[in-house]
């Protein structure tokens, strides 16, 4: 993308926050480095007690995931990462003036495809009004958000009350079993505009959310970052 090209693509999201629109994607690396919401190092304590390792250090973070399911049970998996990771409450602390930064511009929806309470904490912190989505009977109870409110989609479900998805393949069953929140992301993003943050390019939830809900608007704009 050359220079004029990329200007219009921001002048054209400053334009659609400055009048209400605009979604905004958060992906794994929104928490990094804050310790307690390293999800790649809870997958691999969790996996040292599989009985078969055989090439673990070779698979990324969907593939693991399948493993750990595998092995353990979604239930018992959910449960252990619930019991290790935060509140919104308790991550007031972890809050960075980033996280306030990215989360105050005036993006209409966040769609949050992480399994901790980041970006909530983060809208706590800085008085905020959220409307939470998680599943369809969220939309049912709140069909729109008030006047002042951001909303919050939880992709992957509420870790503490929902056994939330951890593979693309239980995200996509999760989409199925919730059409209104389905409809609801398909309907953001066919407005646009998009700013993904915190994804790798071959991150396969990234890829995910492409086939799912795309062909992506041309004012889509992705901050990524780069593997090693």
């Known amino acids: 993308m050359d220079s ?12 659609a926050l400055a009048s209400g629109r605009g979604i905004l994607v958060l992906g794994p690396a929104f928490s990094h480095g804050i310790e307690a ?8 304590r969790a996996g040292q007690d599989l009985a078969d390792r055989s090439g673990w250090e ?3 973070t969907n593939d693991k995931l399948r493993l750990l399911i595998q092995g353990m049970g979604r239930g018992s998996l959910a449960q252990l990462l619930a019991n290790q990771t935060p509140t919104p409450k308790a991550l007031s602390s972890s809050v960075r003036d980033f996280h306030k930064a990215l989360l105050g511009l005036p993006f209409s929806s966040v769609i949050d495809t992480s399994f901790n309470d980041l ?12 409307r939470l989505i998680s599943k369809d009977q969220d939309i049912v109870t709140r069909p729109n958000d008030l006047p002042g409110e951001k909303t919050i989609i939880k992709l992957r479900g509420d870790l503490w009350t929902e056994d939330p998805a951890f593979s693309t393949e239980q995200l996509q ?6 059409p ?3 409809s609801l992301v398909s309907r953001l993003v066919r407005q646009g505009p998009i700013f ?18 795309g ?4 004012t889509t704009i992705i901050g990524t970052c780069i593997d090693n």
């Open 215 to 218: 062909p992506l608007p041309g």
């Open 4 to 15: 004029m090209e990329n200007s219009g693509h921001i002048d054209r999201l400053s334009e």
């Open 58 to 60: 070779n698979l990324g």
């Open 119 to 130: 970006a909530q904490a983060t809208l706590n912190e800085t008085g905020q009004r959220v």
């Open 196 to 213: 993904f943050y915190g994804f790798s390019i071959i991150d396969p939830v990234f890829e995910f959310f492409h086939r799912t809900f």
């Open 173 to 178: 069953k999760r989409m199925d079993l919730n």
């Open 37 to 44: 919401l390293d999800i790649d190092a809870f997958i691999d």
């Open 180 to 182: 209104g929140v389905s």
